[in-house]
């Protein structure tokens, strides 16, 4: 069973949150979530533990319970959705317009959409 939760301390490892749900079963694995440039915690990771009933049990345990400070969500993780490539959540490249500095300049009549 893979299971999210969010709103982790920053100062949380993996292995203090596997230790965390080693209460309740038996911990697959353990990952906090960090940024790729600072290395730093982004307050959220995932938990795969072996058996779905310990799962729930941590789950119902846990969820609203605050760690360190912080108050934890902890719900069971959706299947992660693949994103078209390229995609990076943002504007679509190909109707942003044109335009520099010398777009005026240019010889060429302009695009038609």
Known sequence: MNIYIAG????MNDADLANLFAAYGEVTS??????????????????EMSDVK??????EELNGKEVEGKTLLVNVARE???RPSGDRGGF???R????GFNRDRDSRPPRKY
């Open 92 to 94: 679509n490249r190909d």
């Open 54 to 59: 310990a799962g729930q049990t941590a789950i």
């Open 96 to 99: 942003r317009g044109g335009g």
């Open 30 to 47: 353990a990952k906090v979530i960090v940024d790729n440039y600072s290395k730093r915690s982004k307050g959220f990771g995932f938990v």
């Open 8 to 11: 982790l301390n920053y100062s």
């Open 80 to 82: 992660r959705t693949e």
